[in-house]
């Protein structure tokens, strides 16, 4: 079992409040990623959980046992480095045994033992007697990745573990951790700024914002409802359109698809409220239903995604991404039309932009034709 | 090697000076005061010893004298250690090092260059002439002289020469080298050896030993190298032409210009008329030539004749013990050192240092097989001076402004104008 | 124009490498060179017969055997030392955060500044009131450390990146077993460089053991090779440049060596295949 509880977490570094209060629970066996930008403290958040930095206030529970004092290599916990951290004057088997011989206590039979068997499990047996510098990036990142392993830990973290790795790499290998770490049986605990290395690792993806956990959730749960409108822009590629609402007098709402009627008492009228659509929400052409919302604007770029391309229309000042199958071919500067259906409209409001549902529950209406032009 | 030695006396006051700062916190009652020679009769040996440091050229005579002094005084112990090194600078530095932390030495050997050196720092016990011992040839005593007081005893000594290659000289039509008396006589051989050979005929190194060479050059014409109130001597009619010798030399094509090693090479393969060096190399040239070279020493000419006495180079014996009685035993001990025995040791066959003791050179040249070469440095027994004798503080900044001087000339600059500017030069350095 | 321009690197480093070389062939054409004839005149290039006997004459006169092993006791004396001191400090200014590391780091660059012959006769002075004169631990002592060492090793220590300590850290590795597995292994090049600096200085060193050594039983080589030296009457050119040939060809021959361990330590045993 190796569940990790983080209560109340704060870090400063001088005057940058890197993490402010985090509270999170991770269970045993599960994948969760971190996701957030550079210096929204995912990465002091590892740090933390791994011993290598201490909390300004806060516990850090494994199995519900507080972890302070206790140091990083008394953990019940194995760290994969952004960028690996593989000694380059050791080859794989010194590697993976240095920390298994200091930090456990094997003898050095017992350590090398336990290495070749990791080593087999991954299928890195050849590369044991080779050093860094002689190995490509995915073999570099295979023996990190048996160096973390080889202490079967219960919990696994790990920083970056796709930067400075090639597309087609990083795309196989990241399946490849995911599954390793969950033969192991032991929970992983990834951090990232990358929302498809989330996505398709994790789980649970914890999403972080200014040192803070904005929303946690499954990879469809921070999809379909993202709980503001960062953290609808982090997830998904294409990224969703989030377009403004200007808030007009009686109620109305400006947006490039028209004037909205907002039902009374909503707070959606207020300034400073965001409309998020996918793009794979916008079709082109006319609609079929009367309450769909509909504009018109100029194909400034058209790329090609395998069977979608992503068409980057201009309406008027304001570009909106849309999906479309590889089929429909619009042309470069011409005018289009396109539409949408309100119940795919996410809307934002609030100093926080959260998430206050889709236009269609709230009662959004296009109010006046006239206005789409 | 001994343009090295004087170069860095600067340096070595420099060292004196902060050692002797070390030295007064440390130790403040000894000073740097040597003390005057007590009645050695007075002095009990069995509880008295010397403690000496000299260059390894020295060894084989200090090593006899330390046996007869061991038999004239029983019980005195003599503490001879030889440097390693036989660089008159690295022995002065190692010297100096001791004395600053209270390992001074009683009696030293320094190059004759550096009188100035201890007579100005350490203030050592004048030597007294009469002690000195029979046949030792007492005009030398000159040459370790700073005003009218003796501070050192020469021991192995050498002084500028001529040598001249007397086939060369023969085949231009010059019978007779030691005719050549003064500067004219000398180029006008040296234009006629050119003429036949069609190569430079003279060498006067201005490199090496700049401060030496210079003033050989000057005493010789009979002008003096250091005026009587310390100042630059020879910015006068006669020293300037006398110094024109190397730019006239220069001008008409005569000079090889190069080092002293590089020229004796050159006057060892038969091929240079003319080259200037010092009586202790003799020994070398005479090993090193082959048998058929047919060359002589002659006496350095003069502007107008050999006039003045030669300065004099190579090393001397001074005391600068802080014990009236350790003094008075190494007074001795110079004695026993420069002995008609001593003085084979440290002269003979070998080296070809003038004798300092004439009895030695009686019996070397009774020998059989005397190179006549060798004969020339072992007789030699005119007057010498001290070497230098500008004050002691300024003599690495002085010696590049000679080399500075003798180079502009080898390059034909006229003595008219390249001596009045070392003049001035030294001069201003010297305060003067 | 381009193609014009390796031709010209080759010759200009060719001329180079005869430049370089040659002061090292001159020596040993002196030292073969007759020991009875003139050393001086007229040496050929390359020598028409080759005699041997400077060597040994050297070897006996100048007492080089007992140089050559004081030599190497004393200089590697001092590069152990200086190992011991300079990498604990290295390491500690590199990697630790502490009260003072800012004013110890300005106070060895500041030794930096300051030239060894100023310091030198206070150091002597010192070193003969702890009645360490004209011994070897004189020779040795006051090199123990290193400022220029601990600069260097300093700048290479700071360059190891900060996720390899940490690994070291979660591999449980102390502050002492990870200086000696993690980053002293990482230094080597480092090391390496400083250690051939250290013993071509002290062995080559002159002035300071010409001060604190007196007795021959301590001599070191390059004090012997003054011994050929006479200004009075002359060098004995071939038995110094044999000397001299005898002296430092240890030193070249570490030389070449520590080359060769360079070239595999950087290019990696292991090719990938």
Redesign the interface.
């Given at each position: 079992m190796a569940s990790i509880t983080l209560e109340n977490i704060s870090k400063r570094f001088g005057h940058v409040t890197a993490l402010d209060g985090v509270n999170l629970d991770i269970r045993h066996a599960e994948s969760l990623a971190i996701l957030g930008p550079s210096g929204s403290g995912k990465s002091s958040l590892l740090r933390i959980i791994a011993g290598l930095e201490a909390p300004d206030t806060g516990r850090v529970l494994l199995d519900g046992k507080d972890q302070k004092d206790v140091p990083p290599h008394q953990r019940d916990i194995s760290i994969v480095f952004q960028n690996f951290a593989l000694y380059p004057h050791l080859t794989s088997m010194g590697n993976i045994t240095l920390g298994l011989r200091h930090g456990l206590g094997l003898s050095r039979k017992d350590a090398e033992q336990r290495a070749r068997e990791t080593a087999a499990r991954m299928r890195v047996e050849d590369l044991l007697d080779r050093r860094p510098k002689a190995m490509s990036g995915g073999q570099r990142q295979r023996i990190a990745l048996a160096r973390a392993l080889a202490r079967h830990a219960g919990v696994v973290l790990l920083d970056e573990p796709m930067s400075g790795l090639d597309a087609q790499l990083h795309i196989s290998l990241r399946a490849e951790i995911h599954q390793l770490i969950s033969q192991e049986g032991a929970t992983g605990v990834t951090v990232t700024h990358d929302q498809q290395d989330a996505m398709s690792m994790a789980d649970r993806i914890a999403v972080m914002d200014s040192g803070r956990i904005v929303q946690l959730g499954t990879p469809d749960e921070l999809y379909d409802a993202p709980a503001s409108a960062f953290v609808a822009g982090f997830i998904g590629g294409p990224p969703m359109n989030l377009v403004p609402a200007e808030a007009l007098d009686a109620g109305k709402l400006g947006t490039v698809f028209g004037r909205l009627q907002a039902p009374a008492g909503l707070g959606a009228a207020e300034s400073g409220t965001v409309m998020g659509v996918r793009p794979e929400d916008v079709h082109l052409g006319r609609p079929g239903r009367s309450d769909a919302w509909t504009a018109a604007g100029n194909v400034i770029l058209v790329e090609p995604n395998g069977p979608l391309r992503t068409v980057h229309v201009d309406l008027g000042g304001t570009v909106v991404l849309l999906s479309c199958r590889s089929e429909d071919r619009p042309v470069l500067n011409s005018t289009v039309e396109l539409w949408l259906l309100p119940e795919r409209v996410h809307v934002f409001t609030g100093p926080g932009r959260l998430r206050a549902g889709f236009a269609a529950q709230l009662g959004l209406a296009a109010a006046a034709l006239e206005g789409a032009v | 090697?001994?343009?090295k030695?004087i170069a860095s006396a600067a340096i070595m006051t420099a060292?004196a000076l902060?050692?002797s700062a070390?030295g007064s916190s440390?130790d403040s009652a000894s000073g740097n005061q040597a003390a005057a020679a007590a009645a050695i009769d007075k002095c009990t040996p069995a509880e008295s010893s010397i403690k000496m440091t000299y260059a390894?050229?020295g060894t084989p005579a200090v090593e006899h004298a330390k046996k007869v002094m061991e038999q004239k005084f029983p019980g005195l112990k003599i503490d001879a250690?030889a440097?390693?090194?036989?660089?008159y600078s690295?022995l002065t530095?190692?010297i100096v090092?001791d004395s600053?932390?209270?390992?001074r030495p009683d009696l030293i050997m320094t190059g004759l260059g550096q009188l100035r050196f201890w007579t100005d720092t350490f203030n050592p016990a004048p030597i007294d002439p009469a002690t000195l011992p029979e046949g030792y040839q007492k005009q030398f005593l000159a040459a370790g002289k700073a005003g009218d007081q003796s501070y050192l005893a020469p021991f192995?000594i050498?002084t500028p020469v001529m040598l001249v290659n007397k086939k060369l000289l023969a085949e231009a039509g010059i019978t007779d080298p030691a005719s050549i008396k003064d500067f004219g006589q000398l180029v006008e051989a040296a234009k006629k050896v050119t003429e036949k050979t069609g190569k430079p005929s003279v060498n006067i190194a201005s490199d090496d030993l700049p401060d030496w060479f210079s003033q050989a050059l000057v005493q010789s014409s009979g002008e003096k190298f250091v005026a009587d109130d310390g100042s630059f001597g020879f910015d006068t009619a006669k020293g300037r032409e006398a110094m024109d010798l190397i730019s006239t030399l220069a001008k008409e094509k005569l000079a090889l210009n190069v080092k002293m090693?590089?020229g004796?090479?050159q006057f060892?393969?038969g091929n240079l008329a003319f080259q200037m060096a010092?009586t202790?190399?003799i020994?070398?040239v005479v090993?090193?030539?082959p048998a058929d070279l047919d060359w002589t020493p002659i006496d350095l000419p003069g502007l107008n004749g050999p006039e003045g006495a030669l300065p004099a180079?190579?090393?001397g014996w001074v005391v600068i013990s802080e014990d009236p009685c350790k003094a008075a035993f190494s007074q001795a001990m110079i004695t026993e050192m420069l002995t008609k025995d001593a003085s084979l040791l440290s002269s003979g066959k070998d080296?070809?240092?003038i004798p300092v003791n004439r009895l030695a050179t009686d019996e070397l040249l009774k020998g059989d097989n005397i190179a006549p070469q060798m004969r020339y440095a072992w007789t030699y027994d005119k007057p010498l001076t001290a070497w230098g004798g500008f004050a002691g503080a300024q003599t690495a900044p002085i010696i590049d402004t000679l080399r500075t001087m003798l180079q502009q000339m080898g390059t034909g600059k006229s003595a008219d104008d390249a001596v009045p500017a070392a003049a001035k030069t030294i001069n201003a350095l010297l305060g003067k | 124009m381009i193609r014009l321009y390796k031709p010209l690197g080759l010759v200009l480093g060719a001329v180079a490498v005869i430049l370089s070389l040659f002061p090292f062939y001159w020596m040993l054409r002196t030292a073969v060179a007759p020991a009875?004839?003139?050393a001086?005149?007229?040496l050929s290039l390359i020598p028409a017969e080759l005699d041997l006997s400077n060597f040994a004459r050297a070897w006996d006169h100048a007492n080089l055997g007992s140089a050559m092993l004081n030599g190497i006791t004393v200089t590697l004396g001092i590069l152990l030392l200086q190992l011991l001191t300079c990498i604990p400090a290295a390491y500690a200014l590199a990697r630790f955060r502490f009260r003072g590391a800012g004013v110890l780091l300005g106070l060895v660059l500041a030794c930096l500044l300051i030239p060894s012959q100023a310091t030198l006769?206070?150091t002597?002075?010192g070193l003969?009131?702890l009645g360490l004169?004209d011994t070897r631990i004189g020779l040795v002592l006051p090199f123990v450390t290193s400022a220029i060492g601990i600069f260097m090793l300093r700048q290479q220590m700071l360059s190891i990146p900060d996720a390899i300590m940490e690994a070291a850290r979660t591999d449980g590795l102390g502050p002492l077993r990870t200086l000696v597995s993690v980053v002293v292994p990482m230094s080597a090049p480092s090391i390496a460089a400083f250690s051939m600096l250290s013993i071509f200085t002290h062995w080559n060193d002159y002035?300071w053991p010409?001060?604190v050594?007196?007795s021959?039983e301590i001599?070191t080589p390059p004090?012997?090779l003054?011994?050929f030296?006479?200004?009075?009457?002359?060098?004995d050119y071939p038995a110094l440049s044999a000397a001299a040939a005898i002296v430092t060809a240890p030193v070249i021959i570490l030389f070449l060596l520590a080359q060769r361990h360079f070239v595999r330590g950087m290019a990696g045993p292991e090719v990938a295949g």
């Open positions: - | 090697m001994r343009t030695a060292v902060s050692l070390c440390a390894p050229q250690v440097s390693q090194s036989s660089n690295d530095k190692q090092a600053a932390v209270g390992k192995q050498s090693d590089d004796e090479a060892v393969a010092t202790s190399r020994a070398r090993k090193n030539a180079g190579g090393n080296y070809s240092y | 009875d004839g003139n001086l005149t007229g006769i206070p002597f002075v003969n009131l004169g002035l010409l001060l050594a007196r021959p001599m004090l012997t003054a011994i030296q006479n200004a009075d009457t002359g060098f």
